[in-house]
């Protein structure tokens, strides 16, 4: 297309204007002290004056070039046969769009092939306006900038600009991304709370967004069986397994284990964090599951389901042991030295200096770990699809299947979906509460951290 | 009444490759505080460190040679270093309180040594320890507060305490007032002067004034070697040795 | 207490109890280890008796089928590809220019505390929760297509940006202060001294968080599944809007598979997988350990 060409030959002219002012410069130079920047500088500001303006330029044109193609269509006479019921409408000027640029392309409405010879004609007399338009701009902005080329003429300071504008609009990326969170989530679970009432979405404990049924759609989407699987599976279980492992692990490695030792075994902890949740949750299915059922049924359990709520807690406490150990490891290594020299001076073991000083003096710090890992297992995902269940259980039974919030946003926004029915937008809401709960865990988390280190410091 | 407590003999501290103590050997008496003086990284600490067996605590240190407790080698492995440094205590250069209560500080030790069975013996030994640590009056309306809430030089003092309560028969003090400023340290000076009547007393300073206020010995180190060694006042007045003479009249260090 | 009573009979049993239960510790703490890492021996010893025989070229050169004897993993692989290129050409960039501005120039205000705050929670954020802002903006919003490399490698590129700006200030921070006076003692500016010196002197630093951060994002399925990466993929992707797969949905979808067979491609595939990410581990390691200077 000839907007994309037209882009290289912006390029094309930034590099030629970057080594013309460049060159120019240089004719400027008399000796030292002559000019304020070096040549370079100059061809740098030159190629910005050229590249900047013209990208604006396509990317408006880029934006509002379909709405004047689609008006040009209308307006052709081979149009006005369409017919004006908008559904079908769109779906033939989409076709006709596919055509126009892919003749293959299969169409279902006969239609759509009439449009393509006005859809092929309006594009091309757009796009060389629009290509037109920016090879202007490119040398518009261009000339101007090489016009300012001047042995006193401060370059630099341009170009530093320039490079303190990208450098800011690079941080603001990561206010936009939480912005865009926060808007997204808001904005669909506002949707959603228009149809099903808060309350009863955060006290309701039936959960079956599927049926339709029912008098009052609010008793459908009470979601509290969701929080407590997650908080049953992700807190409780998960937490059992790696708080004792995770804690063991960096006291052995930070209190007994040798160089060598610590140097061998930690990274291989560490790969335990590296493997892909979804690689877990294969392991919790194939491996873990079955052997719990097993296990329920020689219990006396009748129909033991294989998904249960143990099998994805003691998977994520595997995965989780490497996080719990990594803080662990922070918070012991942030205690003064001089503090277990003190108990050891007292004649009392290395165990006892541990049990009694070392772990009750990095506490916070690993109240703290808890706390983040806490808030990595609810939001944890795949384990617990592969894993847990889609049962919205209230039961306290590790053997039973159980559903997690995460488990649910899955299961409403996969498959055919129709966008704006109560149904998938539940899934908006129950993002925006776990968005909530993991940032506030999170907060003061790091918040509890921060005091920790500069109590010891 | 000086008898022997610690005999050290041709002791030599290796940290890995490195040599940080080369051939000492030195006798430390009952009843007198004993002043390591010398410039810094001269090997003073590490050689107070040998004599409870901190430098068991740091990777790579080893010990060559012979110290004597009462006539029993430390090193040997009849020796149970718990025990060892339940018999010779130590201060730190920083203060370094447990996070814990000013009570709780001070009945750690006698609590892993079983010492005191019952809640008012250990309650005895608390008061006991912080009285002799001349602490007592200061902290016994607040004995819930937490250590590290007290002014440094008290800090300093509760460390001493903590010391004490496990009843060493040796205090081994590693610059104990360098992190305190002059009033607390006349304090802590007035304090070894009165502790010394029940314990042998070992003192590491880089305050030559201070082993001169303090101490009835002194030992001077220099690039690890044990200088020379003799009653205080015959160090700071008559030094046989020209480098312990150089040191004191502040050639260098 | 005289010395006495540490030589008595109590005092000995009394000791060699504690030294006893000196030992139970450490021995718990070792156990702690041994038996984490036994997970994982567990876990690859499963996949690897599963999936090796699985492992043949067809294998590594086919596409989905609903044939588990002719399914391979090319096409998600290429799909996975694709998107790491987009996260990659995206996050990078933008990660350490965004390290470099706070590190070496934002102002002590208050709004710059704010997008610190902010980059430290995205790190910690929920992935799914990067997928439904994906599928809310760049689907539902933006109209960009569905299911492919494009908007998935748009998603994780937002994931993945955090973790690169945390590790490259970490990098630019390690770099100490003598190096910058040396620039300014001889007359650069700010921008020469930090893209001409700090800049490179950070940059193992940088590249060791990227990679690590790349190989989380390689591994990484819910985000992807918000923006419906799950599509029956029989050819491989053509380009960075058709539809595609990845190898960790690959790996979802066939363990989904009724048909027993299916157990030998997915764990081929997790192997494959796993083969990828221990590559990019030992670069990041390699990396550090060759370019790593302390300072």
Known sequence: MILTGVLLAVFGLGLVGWFAARGRARLLYTGRGSMHSMPAYHGWHMALWILVPALLAWGVWSAIMPGLVEGAVFADPAAASLPTDPMTLGAIVSEAHNLASDPSATAFNPEARVLVEPIRAAQARFGLIGALLVMVVAIA????????????????????????????????????????????????????????????????????????????????FGAVPLFWGTIYIGAIIAMIVAIPLGLMSAVYLTQYASGAMRKWLKPMLEILAGIPTVVYGYFAALTVAPMIRDFAASMGMQNPSTESALAAGLVMGVMIIPFVSSMADDALAAVPRAMSD?????????????????????????????????????????IVVMAAGAAANLSANPLASMTTVTYQIVQMLTGDQEFNSPKTLSAFALG?????????????ALRVVKRFREAYE | MTDTKLT??????????????????????NGIVTAFIGPSGCGKSTFLRTLNRMNDTIAGARVDGEILLDGENIYAASMDPVALRARVGMVFQKPNPFPKSIFENVAYGPRIHGLGSSKADMEQIVERALTKAGLWEEVKDRLTDAGTALSGGQQQRLCIARAIAVSPEVILMDEPCSALDPIATARIEELIDELKESFAIVIVTHSMQQAARVSQRTAFFHLGSLVEYGETDQI??????????DYITGRYG | MSKSDWNSPEAARRIARRNASELRFKMIGLGAIVLSLSFLALLLVIMLKNGVAGLDWRFLSGSDSTEATVAGVWGATKGSLLTMGVTLLLSFPMGVLAAIYLEEFAPKKRWIEWIEVSINNLAAVPSIIFGLLGLAVFINTLGMPRSSPLVGGLTLALMTMPVIVISGRNAIKAVPPSIREAAYGIGASKVQTTFHHVLPLALPGILTGTIIGMARALGETAPLLMIGMRAFVATPPDGLTSPSSVLPMQIFLWSDEIDKAFVQNTSAAIIVLLVFLLAMNGIAIYLRNKFEVRW
């Open chain 1, 141 to 220: 902005g261009g000339g101007y900038g090489f016009t300012r080329i001047r042995a006193d003429f401060r370059a630099r300071t341009q170009v530093e600009r320039a490079v303190m504008a990208l450098l800011l609009a690079a941080s603001l990326m990561a206010v936009l991304t939480t912005f865009g969170i926060v808007g997204s989530l808001v904005f669909e679970a506002g949707l959603f709370f228009k149809d099903v009432s808060p309350i009863a979405f955060l006290t309701g404990t039936h959960w079956s967004p599927a049926s339709t049924m029912g008098a009052n759609i609010n008793d459908n």
């Open chain 1, 342 to 382: 003190g108990s050891l001076a007292l004649g009392s073991t290395k165990s006892e200096t541990i049990k009694k000083v070392l772990l009750p003096a990095a506490l916070p710090g690993i109240v703290a770990g808890v706390m983040l890992a806490i808030s990595r297992a609810i939001g944890e995902t795949m």
């Open chain 1, 432 to 444: 925006l509460v776990l968005f909530v709960v993991t940032l506030i865990l999170n907060i003061v």
């Open chain 2, 8 to 29: 050290a003999r041709n002791v030599d501290v290796f940290y890995g490759q490195k040599k940080a103590i080369n051939d000492v050997s030195i006798d430390i008496d």
């Open chain 2, 236 to 245: 700071f007045t008559n030094p046989r040795e020209v480098r312990t003479k």
